[in-house]
Structure formats: C-alpha cells, structure tokens
C-alpha cells in the first residue's frame, strides 16, 4: 500500500491574493478554484499520472478564519532559476513579500521571508548559470584536464 504527496495546502484569510502572489513566485497557474479554496501547480493533474508515479504537488490555499499565531513548521524554499538570490529577493518584496527573522542569525546563505499571509520561506542560493561558471567548468580551464 502507498500513497502520493499530492497537495500541500495552506491555511489563510485570503486564497485568492494568497495564490496570485504564489503564481507570480513560481511561475505557477491556478488549476482550480472553489468556493473559499483556490489550487496552483506547474501541471494539472491527472488520476492517471498520480497512479504511475510521484508527481511535484500542488499548493491548495484553503480560507480559514483563523490567524496565523506562530512560526511556521514546515516552510517551504525556493531557489531562483534566471538572477542572483539577492535579485530574487528585491523582485518577492516587490511583490509583496517581506523579509523575517525566525532567529536564522546574519551569517546565512538563505534569507527568510513571509508571504503577504506572514508564511515563512526561505530564498537559497541562486541555481542560475553564470558565465564565469560555465566558463570554469570547460575542459580547457580544468587543472586536470588533458589534451589528446
């Protein structure tokens, strides 16, 4: 017997600026949308696709009356694809994110952040190919390499 990771859904006053924010974050799109419930993926599942194998989940944003009161337990990370970590970040506080402090201290590689709703993130290192990256990664420039 198994089961899939399908959704992670997450409590807020406001699923429908709670999803906008989190489509323009992940380049996302709302896959469905409820009453009080408003679901965003990369894909829109199929029962079929699920069977086969693990897909990437869903965020399912569900309208609770309920505030947020303390840190959050699970958090989740996101890692920019096309900038530095520090242009990510200028780019989700304008977008209506903020930096947090959950006592991370200054010395860390990530920065944490709250969604509009006070939801903690995390923003890690930057997954962007650098020239100066792919220029040091050639055969050429490697101590080891060896011509033929």
């Known amino acids: 017997m198994t089961s899939r990771l399908t959704e992670l859904a997450v409590d807020c006053h406001d699923p429908q600026r709670l999803a906008a924010f989190w489509c323009e974050v992940l380049d996302f799109k709302?896959?469905?949308?409820?009453e009080?419930?408003?679901e965003i993926g990369s894909w829109e599942p199929t029962v079929?696709?699920?069977l086969t194998?693990?897909?990437p989940p869903t965020l399912l944003f569900i309208q609770v009356p309920e505030g947020k009161t303390v840190k959050n337990r699970l958090h989740l990370d996101v890692s920019p694809?096309?900038?530095s970590?520090?242009?990510?970040?200028?780019?989700?506080?304008?977008l209506g994110a903020t930096k947090a402090d959950v006592g991370q201290g200054p010395d860390r590689s990530w920065v944490v952040m709250a969604d509009p709703e006070g939801n903690e993130f995390c923003v890690l290192r930057t997954l962007a190919v650098t020239r100066s990256v792919a220029v040091s990664a050639t055969p050429s420039s490697c101590p080891d390499a060896r011509v033929s």
């Open 30 to 34: 709302v896959i469905d949308r409820n």
């Open 36 to 38: 009080g419930k408003v």
């Open 48 to 50: 079929e696709q699920v």
């Open 53 to 55: 194998r693990q897909m």
């Open 81 to 83: 694809i096309d900038g």
């Open 85 to 94: 970590t520090d242009d990510e970040v200028t780019r989700l506080l304008g």
